[in-house]
């Protein structure tokens, strides 16, 4: 089996799970992506990480990126996502609870109409809103669609 190449967005929270990536067996910690080149230098040195970008629409870009897991700022979440689906990238953000709907339909339809077909995967999210466990329900659809 392929290892996964992730690339982790936002190195402040996100750093944490550099270790993780680097850890479990069917994933390649492949790149980090930060605003802020001396923290990108620092932390990329600090875990060995070789591929470093400081611009995210760069980071989209690059065809070995398979997965990007986005711990940006708060307000930065939801178009980072849209953006990393419409690229084709399966993409991972611990924020969808904190953006708004109409954010999380966007990217559901960034997924439906990516350059491949793509799922995200919802760490949070509204529980109490219809709409969202609606569209939920169907990225969990989408995701066992792909397993099979």
């Known amino acids: 089996m392929k290892k996964i190449n992730v690339a982790i967005v936002g190195l402040g929270f996100g ?3 550099i270790p993780i990536y680097q850890r479990h067996p069917n994933a390649n910690m492949y790149a980090i992506c930060q605003r802020d080149p001396k923290k990108l230098q620092t932390i990329g040195e600090a875990f ?3 591929k470093r970008y400081s611009d995210y629409k760069e980071l ?3 065809p070995n990126v398979d997965a ?3 711990n940006s700022p708060i307000p930065d979440h939801a178009w980072m996502s849209i953006d990393a689906l419409k690229a084709g990238k399966p993409m991972c953000s611990a924020e969808e609870g904190r953006i708004s709907v109409d954010m999380c339909l966007s990217a559901n339809r960034a997924a439906e109409t990516g350059k491949r077909d793509r ?3 919802i760490l949070h999210r ?3 809103d219809k709409r969202v466990n609606a569209v939920h329900r169907r990225l969990v659809q989408r995701r066992e669609r792909l397993r099979q």
């Open 68 to 70: 990007v897991h986005i």
């Open 48 to 50: 060995g990480v070789e």
């Open 60 to 62: 989209l870009k690059d």
């Open 15 to 17: 750093a944490e799970f």
């Open 126 to 128: 509204l529980r109490n």
């Open 119 to 121: 799922h995200t995967r």
